[in-house]
């Protein structure tokens, strides 16, 4: 079983930063996805930022120059560092994992709620 466990979340002005963590319990060298999503109240689910193994990250154009994602290897962890939150980024965010070695499928963690107030 693939554990992710976030944490990071709060509440933030507008133009304030916040950093997410999302622990894994298992190696990131067997992880070739980590990626994080956010779902806003009444919205869709979103892909905000992926990162592979091999170091390519992509982000969702909302975010862009705002937000970076990062992997910790040493830590088992993947950062979300989000910069001048806009009310917008409200919502609860998601550890996703995927392409696992052995494994199929993602994998989810239960979320953290990031709330922006303007």
């Known amino acids: 079983q693939v554990q992710l466990v976030e944490s990071g979340g709060g509440l933030v002005q507008a133009g304030g930063s916040l950093r997410l963590s999302c622990a894994a319990s298992l190696s990131l060298d067997s992880i070739n996805v980590m990626a994080w999503h956010r779902q806003a109240p009444g919205k869709q689910r979103e892909l905000v930022a992926f990162?592979?193994?091999?170091?390519?990250?992509n982000y969702a154009d909302s975010v862009k120059g705002r937000f970076t994602i990062s992997r910790d290897n040493a830590k088992k962890s993947v950062l979300l560092q989000m910069n001048t939150l806009k009310p917008e980024d409200t919502g609860v965010y998601y550890c996703v994992a995927g392409g696992i070695v052995g494994r199929q499928g993602n994998y989810w963690g239960q979320g953290t709620q990031v709330t922006v107030s303007s």
């Open positions: 990162s592979t193994k091999g170091g390519f990250t």
